[in-house]
């Protein structure tokens, strides 16, 4: 059974950092990639970041050089730390697992605002 289970969602102010955390069970963590979306009220699920299982990353431009995504194969577990963080970051952040087939979390709730 395949599991992904993130973690570390909140409520922070502008300008305020999170690391969110998504541990993965039930398959070989190591082949696939890895990524995290978002999915704001009203509008299409997107792709925030993303590392290959080797280790290459990429990013939507609205977060590059705030946003940083890493993993731990050891862990089964896959980071984003979010920094420099604004209020049009607020949603659900979801993330997936991709390789012979895609998985998802049940996503977790990120909140910015004063």
């Known amino acids: 059974q395949v599991q992904l289970v993130e973690s570390g969602g909140g409520l922070v102010q502008p300008g305020g950092s999170l690391r969110l955390s998504c541990k993965a069970s039930g398959i070989s963590f190591s082949s696939y990639a890895m990524g995290w979306y978002r999915q704001a009220p009203g509008k299409q699920r997107e792709l925030v970041a993303a590392i290959t299982s080797g280790g290459r990353t990429n990013y939507a431009d609205s977060v590059k050089g705030r946003f940083t995504i890493s993993r731990d194969n050891a862990k089964n577990t896959v980071y984003l730390q979010m920094n420099s963080l604004k209020p049009e970051d607020t949603a659900i952040y979801y993330c997936?697992?991709?390789?012979?087939?895609?998985?998802w979390g049940q996503g977790t709730q990120v909140t910015v605002s004063s």
């Open positions: 997936n697992a991709n390789w012979v087939a895609s998985y």
